[in-house]
């Protein structure tokens, strides 16, 4: 047999294309063993999906053998070389899928899916993030990204990754601060509280705490301890 | 002829935070690139403490030097960008196809011993080759299917393909041992029928035995019949970078080290 004749075989049988056991009659292969290939190839790609969007899966009870698992990797076959991107589809294909009726998907899990693979995204942010001696005053982390949803994704998110795991929440405007971590370089997530909110404002405008807290009507000490929390958790940078 | 670097072990996201505390015990690390290709942020800076760190090494899954699609040009790109950055004392990736068609397996899928395959993959390897400075060697991959359309056997395959292209071998031990068991062949055997003198590195790994076929997991330590296969090994060839793969059911770094003492050990012997 010639090879491309042989790789399409192969092709073929990794892919569910055809059986493994009419694939391996014409390599002349043990179907047991050809079987392996057929399961590696597609447990790679639950690796990828399962690794960047844990919360997504277990919500929408996605496994390796489910329904939507299988439409996935028949309309997403991977393209890139890096296995990660085997999963950049996914949140998109739930949405499709959801605008299609699929009643295993949902609105939330939809976002949450979003969410999860925007903060991947945040680990290959390529923004440097300054060294502290270069600091004169207090700057926002460069590679803070501030994405909202109509679901509040980023609390489900919180909780699930502290282990805890409650009902779907009902719809609600929430915004994310998105960034990686000025020490570790690490990606990390904060819902947008209406006291960071108001320490990103103040360090974007370049005010001072006692401007800010004039300015917002508030006491000093207060906005003196949102700024000292946004530092300590890598939001802003201060020297 | 490539340097003697020690015993390495891969440079796994697991131990990103606590592996530069252990720089001494390591005499070089592994990169597998697509880990690491066109990748950003904290990868990037990790990349760049760890060339600054150690010798580093390149290994790559996604070449797909047997495809009979064409090369992807962007991929070697990459790739040469990776082991400028890097100095990367050389590179390798299996002899296998991980993707055809436009699809991408990442999965080592094997090739078949024939003269056909021979003669598609000398150009490619020395196309690759022409990337980088440095050298490049293939990988005997594990495999778990042997078509019965092969016309030579697998030593002999790579015999004949390394002397064509005139590449080097990345000797893994352990696949020897799984393939020789899975296959039912001699594992001396089988290496003393290789060019032993193109052996750049070579890699130690655990597996998992499934009684009917035994997988290369890379998640397991390495059994004592792999390591003495080693030791036999090096009595051939002499001292051989040695890297040691734990990529699945990543253990805490110590462990890793330890498993890679096992491994000294069993260098010190031969």
């Known amino acids: 047999m010639r090879l491309e004749a042989l790789q399409q075989q192969m092709h073929a049988a990794v892919k569910d294309l055809r059986p493994v056991a009419e694939v391996a009659a014409v390599l002349g292969v043990d179907p047991a063993r050809l079987a392996i290939y057929r399961r590696m190839v597609r447990a790679h790609v639950f690796t990828a999906l399962s690794s960047r969007l844990p919360a997504t899966l277990r919500l929408l009870g996605i496994t390796e053998g489910s329904a939507l698992y299988e439409a996935y990797l028949a309309a997403h076959p991977p393209r890139e070389a890096t296995l990660p991107e085997a999963a950049a589809a996914f949140p998109g294909f739930?949405?499709?899928?959801?605008?299609?009726?699929?009643?295993?998907?949902?609105?939330?899990?939809?976002?949450?899916?979003?969410?999860?693979?925007?903060?991947?995204?945040?680990?290959?942010?390529?923004?440097?993030?300054?060294?502290?001696?270069?600091?004169?005053?207090?700057?926002?982390?460069?590679?803070?990204?501030?994405?909202?949803?109509?679901?509040?994704?980023?609390?489900?998110?919180?909780?699930?990754?502290?282990?805890?795991?409650?009902?779907?929440?009902?719809?609600?405007?929430?915004?994310v601060l998105l960034f990686r971590r000025p020490a570790s370089g690490n990606p990390c997530f904060y819902v947008g509280t209406p006291e960071r909110l108001f320490v990103i404002k103040m360090v974007h405008e370049g005010l001072s705490v006692e401007a800010a807290a004039r300015l917002g009507d508030q006491a000093v000490a207060p906005v003196a301890q949102a700024l000292a929390s946004a530092v300590e958790i890598g939001l802003v940078l201060a020297p | 002829m490539v340097p003697f670097l020690g015993h390495g072990v891969g440079l796994r996201q697991t131990h990103w935070d606590t592996i530069f505390d252990a720089a001494e015990q390591i005499d070089f690390v592994e990169i597998l690139t697509e880990n690491f290709l066109g990748h950003q942020g904290r990868a990037h800076r990790i990349l760049e403490r760890a060339a600054a760190t150690w010798p580093v090494v390149l290994h790559g899954t996604a070449l797909s030097i047997g495809s009979v699609s064409p090369l992807d040009e962007g991929y070697l790109e990459g790739l040469a960008a990776l082991i400028r950055a890097t100095q990367a004392r050389w590179f390798s990736d299996h002899l296998c196809f991980s993707s055809a068609f436009g699809v991408e397996y990442h999965d080592l899928l094997p090739m078949p011993f024939t003269r056909e395959a021979l003669d598609h993959l000398v150009p490619r390897i020395e196309r690759v080759k022409r990337i980088a400075e440095v050298p490049f060697a293939l990988e005997n991959p594990s495999y778990y299917v042997q078509y019965a359309g092969s016309e030579l056997s697998e030593a002999a395959f790579l015999t004949e393909l390394l002397e064509r292209a005139d590449c080097g071998l990345l000797l893994d031990v352990n696949n020897v041992y799984v393939n020789s068991r899975n296959h039912g062949y001699d594992p001396k055997a089988f290496i003393e029928a290789l060019p032993l003198h193109r052996v750049v590195q070579i890699h130690m790994a655990g597996h998992h035995d499934l009684g009917d076929v035994i997988i290369d997991t890379h998640g397991a330590p390495c059994v004592d019949p792999v390591l003495e296969l080693y030791t036999w090994t090096l009595q051939r060839t002499g001292p051989v970078s040695t890297l040691l793969e734990w990529d699945n059911e990543v253990p805490s770094l110590s462990r890793l080290l330890e498993e890679n003492d096992r491994v000294r050990t069993a260098a010190s012997r031969a």
Do not use: C, I
């Open chain 1, 94 to 175: 739930l949405a499709q899928r959801l605008e299609a009726g699929d009643a295993s998907v949902t609105a939330f899990g939809v976002a949450l899916a979003e969410l999860e693979w925007a903060l991947f995204q945040v680990n290959r942010d390529p923004t440097p993030l300054p060294e502290w001696a270069t600091l004169a005053g207090p700057v926002l982390n460069p590679t803070l990204q501030v994405m909202a949803w109509p679901w509040p994704v980023g609390s489900y998110l919180t909780a699930h990754n502290q282990g805890r795991v409650g009902e779907v929440p009902a719809p609600a405007e929430e915004l």
